[in-house]
């Protein structure tokens, strides 16, 4: 699986949109962009994944690139309860079971 | 729908001690997980059950087995507790191998 960078840190003022940029510069032509968020000592929430178009749903957007090199979450309206460690992973859902969780970035966001 | 539930919500643990982690999903999925997370780190996976009556280990299956009881239930056991098993363990959920996983709340283990 390919691996990510994340910056570790950011913060976003409340109701203002959070972008949050992940490189993945090796991903390969079968990996998908999945994002992951962990509220603190709460368990990892799934929030988004994508191949090559950008995805919506209820919680955020997916911004992928056209080469696929990298990738941006986007929380339309951030609220205080979106402040939370966000994780963005590459792999191929066909391929082995790791998902590989690294530091991610931090999210503060600021009332 | 509960979603992934675990028990016990916290345990301590002295060394050489044996206790069992329970896990359970209500969303008919047939691959489940188990993590561990020790503070300032990403998840480790430890074993994982791609469907009912399989288990394989993942990176750091040293210390512990698992049983996958049925298709709801995924337990994890220690059978001789170290400190070095501190840390706190999820159980995850997924409909099938690979798609997004959902995690339970957490158990919070000390081993003194």
């Known amino acids: 699986d390919a691996k990510t960078t994340q910056p570790p840190s950011m913060d976003c003022a409340e109701g203002r949109a959070a972008n949050l940029p992940c490189n993945h510069s090796?991903?390969?032509?079968?990996?998908?962009v999945y994002w992951y968020r962990q509220i603190h000592s709460q368990g990892p929430q799934y929030i988004i994944h994508g191949l090559k178009n950008n995805e919506t749903n209820e919680m955020a957007s997916l911004i992928i690139t056209e080469d696929r090199k990298s990738s941006t979450l986007i929380l339309p309206h951030a609220t205080l309860r979106d402040t939370a460690v966000y994780y963005c992973i590459v792999r191929d859902p066909t391929g082995t079971y790791k998902y590989i969780f690294g530091t991610g970035t931090r999210l503060k966001v600021l009332a | 729908n509960a979603g992934v539930t675990q028990t016990p919500k916290f345990q301590v643990l002295k060394t050489g001690q044996s206790m069992t982690l329970q896990c359970a999903q209500d969303m008919n999925h047939n691959s489940m997980y188990w993590y561990r997370q020790d503070p300032g780190m990403g998840l480790r996976l430890i074993y994982y059950?791609?469907?009912?009556?399989?288990?394989d280990k993942g990176e750091v299956p040293n210390g512990y087995n698992v049983s996958r009881l049925n298709k709801r239930e995924f337990s994890l056991r220690l059978e001789s507790a170290a400190p070095s098993q501190t840390s706190v363990y999820f159980c995850?959920?997924?409909?099938?191998?690979?798609?997004?996983?959902?995690f339970g709340p957490g158990t919070r283990l000390t081993v003194t």
């Open positions: 059950s791609a469907s009912e009556g399989t288990t």
């Open positions: 995850a959920s997924s409909e099938i191998r690979g798609r997004e996983q959902y």
């Open positions: 090796t991903i390969s032509g079968n990996e998908y």
